[in-house]
């Protein structure tokens, strides 16, 4: 079993920059990537951003390329997402997920799933 748990998150204006935490623990040799998801009310859950667990390879929804920025840290096992230039439509609870079940690391089937963090951009 691997346990994710997230942190970071809250309330920020639009412009701003918040940085998302994911440690993972129990049988972390077994994550072969890990994501990042968001889901805003009444919207299906979107995929965001994924590494794999030896950070050779990084994905990234058009709709954050070049604001966002995930990265690992192989020491304490946690992967981040940095969000730089903040938008109201950046509003969601965030997820960190590992091992993707299908094909695709964009498609919302992993393994295991975080509790989730509020991101909320308002003025």
């Known amino acids: 079993q691997v346990q994710l748990v997230e942190s970071g998150g809250g309330l920020v204006q639009p412009g701003d920059s918040l940085r998302l935490s994911c440690a993972a623990s129990g049988r972390t040799m077994s994550i072969n990537t890990m994501a990042w998801f968001r889901q805003a009310p009444g919207k299906e859950r979107e995929f965001v951003a994924a590494?794999?667990?030896?950070?050779?390879?990084?994905w990234y929804s058009d709709s954050v390329k070049g604001r966002f920025t995930i990265s690992k840290d192989n020491a304490s096992n946690t992967v981040y997402l940095q969000m730089n230039s903040l938008k109201p439509d950046d509003t969601a609870v965030y997820y960190c997920?590992?091992?993707?079940?299908?094909?695709?690391?964009?498609?919302?089937?992993?393994?295991?799933w975080g509790q989730g963090k509020q991101v909320t951009v308002s003025s």
């Open positions: 590494i794999t667990w030896s950070s050779r390879n990084a």
């Open positions: 997920a590992a091992n993707p079940s299908g094909s695709y690391v964009t498609d919302p089937n992993y393994e295991y």
